[in-house]
C-alpha cells in the first residue's frame, strides 16, 4: 500500500480548515444580516460586521499558518495558535448558535503537538462547558446542554484522533532510527570484516607462497652452481622471475597493510541517511585511519546518541560532526545551531556515552556552546593505535 506523502496531508489539512471557517462565516454574516436572533443579540450594525469579519479572516490565517511545515516542528505553541485560540473564544461570545465550537475544535487539533494530554482534555471540556454556560444564561436557548456535551465529545474524539497520529509518528520515527543504526552498524562490520580478510590474505601470502618463492630462488641458486652450463641461461631466468615474484608478492602484502582502516566516514553516513532534520555536515580529517574496531564503534555511537539528543531537545536546523586528530587524541564534536542555552537532564544515552569513552581511557563532554548543544569526545591516540 502506498504510504500518503506529509506534504499532502499537510496541504488537505490547511484546506479543510479554511473551507470550514470560510464556510462558517459567510453563513452566520449572511443570517446575522437577515435578523435571525438566534445567531446573535449584537445588532448588525457596519461596526459589529466589520468586527465580526475582521475575527475570522484573523482565526483563518492563524489557523493556515499554524499548520504549514515550521510550525507544525517547534517545541513551543508559536504566537498564530494562540492568535487562533483568541479569536476563537471572542467569536463563540459573539454569537450564541453554538456552531462556533466548530472553530475551538480545530484549535484542539493542533495543542497535542505542543501540549501534555492533561491541559489538552482540560481544554477540550472546560471551554465548551463556560461558553454552553455563557449562552444559556445570555441566549436562553433550549438545546445548550446537549450542545454543549456533543462538543465535548467532538473535541475528544479530534484529540483522540491527534494523539494517535502522534503516536504513530513517533513510533515511525523510532523504527526510521533503528533502521538508520542498523545500517550503520552493518557498515562498520562490514568495513572491519574487510578489514581482517585483508590482513588474513597477507599473511596466507606472507607465510605459504612468501616461503615456497623464497625456496625456489636458493634452490635454484643451487642449480645454477651445480648444473652443467648449457643450462646456466635458463637457470639464471628461472632466478630472475623468482626474485620478481617474491618482490611482487612482498610489494602486494605492503599494499594489503597499508590499505588497513574503517570505513567510518560510510558507518556515519548511513547514520545521517533520511534524517528530516537538522542538515547535518559531516567532516572527517583526510587521510585519518581508524583501525580498532572499539574505537571507531564508540565514536558511532556517540555520534548517533548526540543525533538523538538534538532531535529531541532543540530546534536545530543545522549540526555539524567533526573527526580530527589533535595532537595524541582522537577527538569529535557534535554541534548544533538550535540555541539551546540548559543542558538536558542526563539520561541513560548520556551516561552510556561517557561509559564507553571511559572503557577505552577517553572523555565525553555536554555543554551549551555558542549557538546550541555541543558534545566533545576526545579518545586517546598515537600514530594510528589506540593508547
Avoid at 481544554?123 to 454543549?148: E, H, K, R, S, W
Avoid at 465529545?153 to 502522534?166: D, H, K, R, S
Avoid at 580529517?285 to 581508524?290: E, H, N, T, Y
Amino acid at each position: 500500500m502506498n504510504r500518503i506523502k506529509p506534504n499532502l496531508i499537510i496541504a488537505a489539512d490547511i484546506i479543510l480548515a479554511a473551507l470550514t471557517i470560510g464556510f462558517l462565516a459567510t453563513a452566520l454574516i449572511f443570517l446575522w444580516l437577515g435578523q435571525v436572533e438566534a445567531v446573535t443579540r449584537v445588532p448588525a450594525t457596519p461596526a459589529w460586521i466589520a468586527l465580526a469579519s475582521t475575527l475570522f479572516l484573523l482565526n483563518l490565517v492563524a489557523n493556515v499558518l499554524a499548520r504549514l511545515q515550521p510550525w507544525r516542528e517547534a517545541r513551543r505553541p508559536p504566537v498564530w495558535l494562540w492568535l487562533a485560540m483568541v479569536s476563537a473564544l471572542l467569536l463563540m461570545l459573539l454569537f450564541g448558535s453554538g456552531i462556533c465550537a466548530v472553530l475551538w475544535i480545530l484549535v484542539i487539533a493542533q495543542l497535542p503537538r505542543y501540549f501534555s494530554w492533561r491541559s489538552c482534555l482540560l481544554a477540550a471540556l472546560l471551554v465548551p462547558m463556560l461558553v454552553g454556560l455563557y449562552q444559556g444564561l445570555l441566549f436562553d436557548q433550549d438545546f445548550v446542554l446537549i450542545n454543549t456535551v456533543l462538543y465535548a465529545l467532538f473535541n475528544l474524539f479530534a484529540l483522540y484522533i491527534c494523539f494517535t497520529l502522534q503516536a504513530e509518528q513517533q513510533a515511525r520515527e523510532y523504527a526510521s532510527q533503528l533502521v538508520r543504526e542498523l545500517k550503520a552498524t552493518q557498515s562498520l562490520l562490514s568495513s572491519a570484516s574487510k578489514r581482517d580478510e585483508r590482513l588474513r590474505i597477507a599473511r596466507e601470502l606472507h607465510d605459504l607462497l612468501g616461503h615456497h618463492l623464497a625456496a625456489l630462488s636458493i634452490q635454484l641458486e643451487i642449480a645454477r652452481h651445480t648444473e652443467a652450463q648449457p643450462r646456466d641461461h635458463a637457470i639464471d631466468r628461472a632466478g630472475t622471475i623468482a626474485h620478481l615474484l617474491l618482490s611482487d608478492m612482498r610489494e602486494a602484502v605492503s599494499e594489503f597493510r597499508e590499505r588497513r582502516g574503517l570505513d567510518l566516514r560510510q558507518a556515519l553516513a548511513s547514520l545521517l541517511e533520511a534524517v528530516p532534520r537538522p542538515r547535518v555536515w559531516l567532516q572527517i580529517q583526510p587521510g585519518l585511519i581508524i583501525d580498532d574496531v572499539h574505537c571507531a564503534e564508540v565514536i558511532l555511537r556517540c555520534a548517533q546518541e548526540a543525533l538523538t539528543n538534538i532531535l529531541r531537545h532543540s530546534q536545530a536546523s543545522r549540526a555539524a560532526i567533526v573527526l580530527r586528530q589533535q595532537g595524541a587524541s582522537l577527538q569529535l564534536t557534535v554541534e548544533d545551531n538550535g540555541g539551546l542555552r540548559q543542558l538536558p537532564l542526563p539520561g541513560n544515552g548520556m551516561r552510556g556515552m561517557q561509559e564507553r569513552a571511559q572503557d577505552i581511557g577517553g572523555r565525553c563532554d555536554w555543554e551549551c556552546g555558542l549557538h546550541g548543544l555541543k558534545l566533545t569526545l576526545t579518545l586517546p591516540w598515537d600514530n594510528g593505535l589506540l593508547v
